[in-house]
């Protein structure tokens, strides 16, 4: 790709995307390196208008984060709380339902489910969880439990994973959202979540998610004390699984917030991070077909830029979203189709709304 890049070095790295040549980890480390955001950016929005032209994706989803208290009590994490704490929670079934009628004439397609490791639910718990969801909304996709809370659930349950997986499919679970990981690295492991499952057990759990014939998503958690090299094993070892699968239907970078966290000292992430977070890994992910810029960590209006850094997806509605505002997110809790719709035109591309599937919904409804 003949560019005008700053830095010079980014020639080559466009040379091989022009070859259809995989790029290395070496070519990761500098495009994390380089000062030349605009170049990384043109490389991105190159391969990204070759896959999806001028194509924007969004869904109309709803969140359910069933219960905050959790064993696991990683540092990063603003959300979870002990079971004796103030503003500790729980849902009943009936919560559940009430919640999901509250918005049941709106065109929900996606319902995204995840909760903290609550040692007072038993495993029965999570399958009338999904079952209710279901019977409410028997048209939307569920999107449930991260690596981590199936691994949870394999032991709560006595079964195999494999076991597990398919229980929980039988009882209506579509697809799994991707995260759990956080940052595939030892070291970060060890200070910041050392009581979740470590990466190896990450990618054998997804592994077989896939295998059971369930999408998921992929994510990482950035800006808190990874290093650039971690941020490239990270995003190799998705794609190697990748390779191996072609389960992944989406990666989403996700940005740091350290209010209300063991971690509060760290400053929030730089515009500059979260674009070169979207571009490089549209760059590196050449098997991936989607890259997301998750405007609720991001906010909107950098979500806007980044469509053209790379991303072709804005998430969606997202309606009721807890976790990443408890960490002090200052974006929108909720959006309406309209709006999503308004901050995808105005940023030069055109709005399509999907399923959890990427398969665009059906014209006719009218925008709200």
Same mark, same amino acid.
């Given at each position: ?34 000062? #030349? ?20 994706? !969004? +869904? !109309? ?46 065109? +929900? ?9 609550? %040692? ?11 079952? /209710?969801?279901?019977? &409410?909304?028997? @048209? ?23 076991? /597990?997986?398919?229980?929980?499919? $039988? ?60 941020? &490239? ?11 191996? @699968? ?17 971690? %509060?000292?760290?400053?929030? /992430?730089?515009?500059? #991070? ?77 709005? +399509?709304?999907? $399923? ?13």
């Amino acid at each position: 790709m003949k560019l005008p890049f700053a830095d010079k070095r980014l020639g080559a790295i466009g040379s091989k995307l022009e070859n259809g040549t995989r790029l290395s980890k070496e070519d990761g480390l500098l495009l994390f390196e380089t000062q #030349d955001l605009t170049g990384v950016g043109m490389l991105a929005d190159t391969v990204r208008r070759r896959r999806h032209n001028d194509t924007a994706y !969004y +869904v !109309y989803n709803q969140h359910l984060n069933y219960t905050n208290i959790c064993k696991n009590r990683c540092r990063f994490c603003a959300y979870a709380v002990d079971r004796e704490d103030n503003g500790a929670y729980t849902w009943s079934m009936d919560e559940v339902e009430q919640r999901l009628r509250s918005r049941i004439d709106e065109p +929900v397609n996606e319902l995204h489910i995840v909760g903290g490791l609550n %040692p007072a639910l038993d495993f029965d718990y999570f399958i009338q969880l999904l079952k /209710t969801v279901k019977r &409410v909304r028997p @048209t939307a996709s569920i999107k449930a439990f991260t690596c981590v809370e199936i691994d949870y659930l394999s032991g709560l349950s006595g079964l195999s994973v494999e076991e /597990t997986i398919g229980a929980l499919k $039988d009882a209506g679970l579509d697809m799994m959202p991707g995260g759990g990981a956080e940052v595939m690295s030892d070291r970060v492991r060890n200070e910041l979540f050392p009581k979740k499952i470590d990466s190896k057990r990450w990618l054998t759990i997804m592994e077989a998610v896939h295998n059971s014939g369930l999408t998921s998503n992929a994510t990482m958690l950035y800006g808190h004390m990874e290093t650039l090299e971690e941020r &490239v094993d990270h995003l190799l070892k998705l794609r190697e699984l990748q390779d191996r @699968t072609h389960g992944f239907s989406a990666y989403i970078p996700l940005a740091f917030h350290s209010a209300n966290t063991k971690l %509060p000292h760290l400053p929030a /992430t730089t515009a500059m #991070d979260d674009l070169k977070n979207i571009a490089v890994a549209r760059l590196l992910l050449d098997n991936f077909d989607h890259i997301k810029a998750y405007w609720v960590m991001i906010g909107e209006k950098l979500a806007q830029v980044a469509l053209s850094y790379g991303a072709d997806d804005l998430d969606g509605t997202i309606i009721e979203e807890r976790i990443t505002h408890t960490a002090g997110a200052t974006s929108a809790k909720g959006l309406t189709r309209k709006q999503m719709e308004r901050m995808i035109r105005s940023s030069g591309f055109v709005p +399509v709304e999907r $399923d959890s599937f990427y398969r665009p919904v059906s014209p006719g409804q009218e925008v709200s």
